[in-house]
């Protein structure tokens, strides 16, 4: 197990950009695929983006692609979603996670979780 400490949160406006950040202190990261979920009142856990332990596989949902961009640096335990464009849409409570045998889009894939960010995109 390792504590997945995130980062990034808080309040947005319409078309603005915000990064979230998923720190770890443990050096097994580099051993783990990552995963970022997001969850709004009412709604299922919702599959955002995820990258391979490597950084060279990534996937993205639909309503994400082509603004939100999820990066890590292996060297310093950390992987980042940055979010362009901010839409109302995007306002959800917002997970990091990890996996060690691979990417996956299935929340219950995960076992290892941040304790989650608020993201609130409003005018």
């Known amino acids: 197990q390792m504590r997945l400490d995130q980062s990034g949160g808080g309040l947005a406006q319409p078309g603005e950009s915000r990064t979230l950040s998923c720190a770890t202190a443990n050096p097994s990261f580099i051993s783990y695929d990552l995963g970022w979920f997001r969850q709004s009142p009412g709604k299922e856990r919702e599959f955002v983006a995820a990258i391979s332990r490597s950084g060279v596989d990534k996937s993205y949902a639909d309503s994400v692609k082509g603004r939100f961009t999820v990066s890590r640096d292996n060297t310093k335990n950390t992987a980042d979603l940055q979010m362009h464009g901010l839409k109302p849409e995007d306002t959800a409570v917002y997970f990091c996670?990890?996996?060690?045998?691979?990417?996956?889009?299935?929340?219950?894939?995960?076992?290892?979780w941040g304790k989650g960010t608020l993201v609130a995109v409003s005018s």
């Open positions: 996670a990890v996996r060690p045998f691979g990417i996956s889009i299935y929340s219950g894939d995960y076992t290892i």
